[in-house]
């Protein structure tokens, strides 16, 4: 079976870094289609903390076990690289209303842009509707405990590059 008779999804974000969240939602995106491309955008205008390549390993490292999710960087409008990948779907994770007024917006844009995709919205598993990547790195700053946020694999990449260890005492300022 060729990719073009294949059903192929694209789960786009920043994933600065990948938390327990996001991870969530690829399984599950993992299950329900034959391809999908975990997809770093890197036109933000945010300044990131991992470069596009550590993000890239990092999932990677994290969804070993699907054989049928690829992580690449994509610059640009993602209709465009949807549309080169052979995608006509788009997932996104939503956490609550806060998510919905951007989402909605984005996807009514990308329908304009390309009638043929689709944007499918994945409900957050109750214990991660609190988790952003943006989070975590705050907690990790002030040497908080990031373990149940983020995959075990890469605990220590966030650590090293924060400079934040937990080591369960309160520091003294
Ligand atoms: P963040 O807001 O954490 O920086 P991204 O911009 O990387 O995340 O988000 C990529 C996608 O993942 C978005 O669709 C976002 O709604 C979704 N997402 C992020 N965190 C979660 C979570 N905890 N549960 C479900 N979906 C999430």
């Given at each position: 079976m060729g990719f073009d008779t294949m059903n192929v999804s694209i789960v786009p974000g920043s994933f600065d870094p990948v938390t327990n969240g996001h991870l969530d939602i690829i399984k599950r995106t993992a299950q329900l289609f034959d391809v999908v491309y975990v997809s770093i955008l890197s036109n933000s205008t945010k300044s990131p903390l991992f470069s596009v390549e550590e993000r890239i390993e990092l999932i990677q490292r994290v969804t070993?076990?699907?054989?049928n999710v690829k992580v690449e960087g994509f610059a640009g409008l993602l209709v465009d690289y949807a549309r080169q990948k052979g995608a006509k779907f788009i997932v996104k994770g939503l956490r609550a209303v806060t998510d919905f007024e951007y989402e909605f917006q984005m996807s009514l844009t990308n329908k304009q842009l390309a009638p043929e995709i689709e944007t499918f919205f994945i409900t957050t598993s109750s214990k991660y509707a609190y988790l952003s990547s943006s989070l975590v790195k705050e907690v990790s700053k002030y040497c908080g405990d990031i373990s149940q946020m983020v995959?075990?694999?890469?605990i220590e990449d966030i650590e090293r590059k924060i400079g934040g260890r937990y080591d369960g005492n309160f520091k003294d300022y």
């Amino acid at each position: 079976m060729g990719f073009d008779t294949m059903n192929v999804s694209i789960v786009p974000g920043s994933f600065d870094p990948v938390t327990n969240g996001h991870l969530d939602i690829i399984k599950r995106t993992a299950q329900l289609f034959d391809v999908v491309y975990v997809s770093i955008l890197s036109n933000s205008t945010k300044s990131p903390l991992f470069s596009v390549e550590e993000r890239i390993e990092l999932i990677q490292r994290v969804t070993k076990e699907f054989p049928n999710v690829k992580v690449e960087g994509f610059a640009g409008l993602l209709v465009d690289y949807a549309r080169q990948k052979g995608a006509k779907f788009i997932v996104k994770g939503l956490r609550a209303v806060t998510d919905f007024e951007y989402e909605f917006q984005m996807s009514l844009t990308n329908k304009q842009l390309a009638p043929e995709i689709e944007t499918f919205f994945i409900t957050t598993s109750s214990k991660y509707a609190y988790l952003s990547s943006s989070l975590v790195k705050e907690v990790s700053k002030y040497c908080g405990d990031i373990s149940q946020m983020v995959p075990h694999e890469i605990i220590e990449d966030i650590e090293r590059k924060i400079g934040g260890r937990y080591d369960g005492n309160f520091k003294d300022y």
